[in-house]
């Protein structure tokens, strides 16, 4: 009976418990150095939790922010499987909101859902399109996907501006330069009982349904093959090139996705204020994550906590705005340096060879 | 910049893109110079922008508080290579990767220089001042056309030394093979580790200084919004020069003129697309990288051991 629990637990001990030391040691060396800038830990880590989770309307604050970081996180989690480092979320965003406004302007007369679902869907191949130009690149050029992400994600950006400034810009903003309004009656509405928008549940749906085909479909065995061993795969029968750049155009979509629907129930229209830091926070979600569609969404409900959090850091102790990505930054880097502890503890190792995990096989320098 | 597009007409454009290509090449020609030696090594680090970025923020605190805009130029350097440091040893660990790292030191630099520099953006540190190389001219346009700011002389002396370091001495040989072959390198009794470490804190090292120059020359004061992907320019810039110093400095030119289109024309009162001129520089660099590389192939000259470029 205990022998059953052990190798039933131990395996996943080690996946959960590493990373969980390794935030502790993040938590330490950002209470050295908030103690280092004259402020006390403990009143910021209170202040951090109070603002992220302490009452209800924290929280629902918290999953308001949440919703766009499950998206961006996914969004670096799929193409990950394919073994893909696709960073360039943010334009993603960007692109697919900028479209998705004008496709909800174009429909702003006809049925309030016919808006929406139009908006949704231009938005997600939008930022299909923007991604897929990574893995095309990536296969048929040999362009390294990260650059060429990145570099696509400063486009984006770009364009996003340009357009709201010149060609798409409803003469009718004049501080803030936008498009034109998709109107209040088109707007995705709130969750009942919740100031929390409907985004929330498409995000989550999106990562349970990425889980769900990555974990028991053969098509999650097949980006698994190709992530692993490209070669091996070509081998095998797949088709790499069409799984690469499909992978990637679906990370793709859920960040243009996450664009569409920032417009759609926050904004209501396109403007400079989309390009908020989503996609660089999704990077961290996924990345801590593990590349895991599921773990995504706790990982993307602490980290909007901990976005949520830094107004009002800002507001009780005077701390700059970016205090919160400098806890961040710290907690990205050093579960990224603990990978290295993984299978190092015999502890964790009931006899069976663990699995090499998607992501962290790809390069290796 | 104003002036000489005003008084020479259309003849001002192309000076006034070449004085614009040279000082928007110094932060790339030195980022991409630093990165050029640690990707020599076999290692990318791609967190360059948060470096950038942390070196212009300790460059220009440490002019405020020194009075001295060359002791910045050094501080700057000094938190580069320790970023380096960081950056070198973290990848040496085993199962750890070094774009994953890079990543993360891009959201960590940028956060770090914004959260230590949020008393800077007021107060005006001494900047560094220009070397006047137009005085033969009589035409005031030509003479602020050739005021050269001494870091890209600096970074030229750097490329061309560089160039004859890598070929001719025991240092440039080591960092090649390490670079090329582990194997190869541990055989002839050079040690891997350390050499990369030190590669990486050299080109940390150039990327702050290459940082100290956005905020103490131009635009020459500390603001969140000082680097627009330089840091990340300079990697792709690397590879177009197929990791020669020499072409580092023709491609860090080709690059700043790119950068210096939009303001170019923005100055000549052409304001319609300047939004889209200034997206230039990325889609120059896509277009160079999508020119270079090629599917199934080494591009010539990579290091071997470089993940970047490995299939």
Known sequence: ?365 | MTEVTESLGWWGLPIAILAGAIRASTPFLLVSLGECITEKSGRINLGLEGVLMMGAMAGYGASLYTGSAWLGVLAAGVVGAALGLLHGILCSLKRVNDIAIGISFMLLGTGLAFFLGKSLIQPQAPTLSSIPFGFWSDSPQIQSALQINPLFLLGIVLAVLLHFAFLRTRWGLRIRIVGDSEDAARAMGFRVVPTRIMATVFGGFLAGVGGSFLSLYYPGSWSEGLSSGQGIMAVALVIFARWEPLRCLWASLLFGAAGALGPAFQAMGLTSGFYLLNALPYVLTLVILILTTAPNRKISGAPGELSLVRQ
């Open chain 1, 1 to 365: 009976m205990y022998a059953g629990i052990k190798r039933f637990l131990l395996p996943i001990a080690e996946p959960v418990l590493v990373p969980t030391g390794a935030v502790l040691v993040a938590m330490l060396l950002f209470a050295g150095f908030i103690a280092l800038v004259g402020q006390s830990p403990p009143e910021v880590f209170w202040i951090l939790y109070q603002g992220g989770f302490g009452s209800s309307f924290s929280l629902q604050n918290t999953l308001v922010l949440a919703s766009p970081l499950i998206l961006t996180g996914l969004a670096v989690a799929i193409p990950a499987q394919a073994g893909m480092v696709i960073i360039g979320g943010e334009g993603a965003l960007a692109v697919g909101a900028l479209l998705a406004a004008v496709a909800g302007y174009a429909l702003h007369d006809t049925a309030p859902f016919i808006v929406q679902l139009g908006m949704l869907t231009v938005g997600a191949l939008t930022g299909a399109l923007w991604f897929g130009l990574s893995g095309w690149l990536r296969n048929y050029r040999g362009v390294n996907e990260t650059i060429s992400s990145l570099l696509l994600s400063y486009m984006g950006i770009a364009l996003l501006n340009y357009c709201i400034q010149g060609p798409l810009r409803d003469p009718a903003s004049t501080n803030n330069p936008s498009t034109r309004p998709i109107g209040d009656a088109n707007m995705i509405g709130n969750i009942p009982g919740l100031d929390v928008h409907y985004g929330l549940i498409i995000g989550i749906v999106c990562a349970l349904i990425a889980w769900f085909v990555l974990k028991f479909t053969t098509i999650g065995l097949a980006l698994r093959a190709v992530g692993g061993n490209p070669r091996a795969a070509q081998m095998a029968g797949l088709r790499v090139n069409i799984w690469v750049v499909g992978a990637a155009a679906m990370g793709g979509a859920a960040a243009g996705l996450s664009g569409a629907i920032e417009v759609a129930a926050v904004h209501g229209d396109a403007n400079s204020a989309i390009v908020a830091g989503y996609g660089f926070t999704g990077i961290l979600v996924a990345f801590i994550a593990r590349q895991n569609p599921l773990a995504v969404i706790p990982v993307a409900i602490l980290f909007g906590g901990i976005d949520a959090a830094g107004s009002l850091l800002q507001r009780r102790l005077d701390m700059p705005d970016a205090t919160v990505i400098v806890f961040q930054g710290i907690l990205f880097v050093v579960i990224l340096a603990s990978d290295t502890f993984l299978g190092r503890f015999r502890f964790f190792k009931p006899g069976a060879a663990s699995e090499p995990k998607p992501g962290t096989a790809g390069a290796k320098s």
